[in-house]
Antibody, heavy 122, light 107 residues
Framework: QVQLEQSGAEVKKPGASVRVSCKPSGYSITNYAMHWVRQAPGQRLEWLGWIHIGEYRTKYSEKFEGRLTITGDTSASSIYMELSSLTSEDTAIYYC???????????????WGRGTQVTVSS | DIEMTQSPSSLSASVGDTVTVTCRASQSIEYYVNWYQQKPGQAPKVLIYSSGSLYGEVPSRFDGDGSGTDFTLTIRGLQPDDFASYFCQQTYSSPYTFGQGTTVEIK
């Protein structure tokens, strides 16, 4: 069955970093792009960035440039989202989501992980 | 950033009703709109892409339309499984922003 398995909930202190993993099953991480989207309590969904391992491409929202890193490890068949310099405003559910079209024309997110709760609290 | 303004924020409807959700972009985005459904505690699911294309086995009672700045998602013959939240997303330019969501509740 094709699905995305995400790592477990995290609790971090302000100023720390968090790394969330996303492991697809049923397909290779080099085949499609993977996006990261977050949803803070009571807020709209927010797009963070994406990576296409097979095509060596990444793109980040300018809002997170400098503190967001999305990487992939083909040996682990996993994709990682790392966010640094955390504040309470980063408290959210973080989703990875597959993009079949690799960020090209009329792309959309057809397969989502279950989400990872990241809580930033002192 | 392109702002996506969705309306209404919530609506009440009965099974069998037809409901329409609207999304307005702050600038022209051609046909670069997707619609997602989300239920409490679950990840979003794509319904419509490129404004009017139905994804996979999504029921045909879901219909997307629009171009430029104004887009609609219409659900004809509302079913019990359709009571959920709906979000639009623009993929015209980065950052790829979402609307604030519309919750469809049972009347």
């Amino acid at each position: 069955q094709v699905q995305l398995e995400q790592s477990g909930a995290e609790v971090k202190k302000p100023g720390a970093s968090v790394r969330v993993s996303c492991k697809p099953s049923g397909y290779s991480i080099t085949n499609y792009a993977m996006h990261w989207v977050r949803q803070a309590p009571g807020q709209r969904l927010e797009w963070l960035g994406w990576i296409h391992i097979g095509e060596y491409r990444t793109k980040y929202s300018e809002k997170f440039e400098g503190r967001l890193t999305i990487t992939g490890d083909t040996s682990a068949s996993s994709i990682y989202m790392e966010l640094s310099s955390l504040t309470s405003e980063d408290t959210a559910i973080y989703y990875c989501a597959r993009d079949l079209r690799g960020g090209y024309v009329y792309w959309f997110l057809d397969l989502w992980g279950r989400g990872t709760q990241v809580t930033v609290s002192s | 950033d392109i702002e996506m303004t969705q309306s209404p924020s919530s609506l009440s409807a009965s099974v069998g009703d037809t409901v329409t959700v609207t999304c307005r972009a702050s600038q022209s985005i051609e046909y670069y709109v997707n619609w997602y459904q989300q239920k409490p505690g679950q990840a979003p699911k794509v319904l419509i892409y490129s404004s009017g294309s139905l994804y996979g086995e999504v029921p045909s009672r879901f219909d997307g339309d629009g171009s430029g700045t104004d887009f609609t998602l219409t659900i004809r013959g509302l079913q019990p499984d359709d009571f959920a939240s709906y979000f639009c997303q623009q993929t015209y330019s980065s950052p790829y922003t979402f609307g604030q969501g519309t919750t469809v509740e049972i009347k």
